[in-house]
């Protein structure tokens, strides 16, 4: 898997964050799945939610990823955010939660991917972010999941 180079002082490459949820655990196991190399934490707000996950992906993969509970704080996001690279981002709804998570990685230079669909609330956080995105490096790109491959 090809590696960011920006942030590389960063703790990990990937967090999963909402990684319990529906979506989520998917995103845990295909992370699992597709490279032993890589540095990579499941982050979300229930920390035994987070250990039963990490449990069940060492038990199918091998694959034992850091637990991250994390409140949907201001505080919170941004120290999540300062310890990655890239953070992905599976909670929902996104007008909601997104927008403090996609506020936390542009301020705090972090790439970010979500699966968001809601295309107004991608707009808003575009235009309310984009400029200090660029001026932190951070690169926030959403991938809403009608634009993902089929399989």
Request: hydrophobic content about 35%; some cysteine; proline content about 4%.
């Amino acid at each position: 898997m090809a590696r960011l180079t920006k942030n590389s002082d960063r703790e990990y490459d990937v967090v999963l964050l909402g990684a319990t949820g529906f979506t989520g655990r998917f995103a845990a196991m295909h992370l699992a799945e597709i490279d032993r190399d890589l540095k990579w934490a499941i982050a979300g707000r229930s920390g035994a939610k987070l250990t039963k996950l990490a449990e069940e992906l060492r038990l199918k993969t091998s694959q034992n990823p850091d637990v991250i509970p994390v409140e949907f704080t201001t505080q919170s996001l941004d120290a999540l955010a300062r310890q990655t690279r890239c953070l992905v981002a599976t909670v929902g709804p996104f007008p909601q939660h997104g927008v403090l998570v996609f506020k936390s990685c542009a301020e705090n230079g972090t790439h970010y991917v979500d699966i968001n669909g809601e295309t107004p609330s991608v707009l808003e956080m575009i235009k309310a972010y984009e400029d200090t995105a660029k001026s932190t490096g951070a690169m926030n790109h959403d991938t809403h999941s009608d634009k993902m491959p089929k399989y």
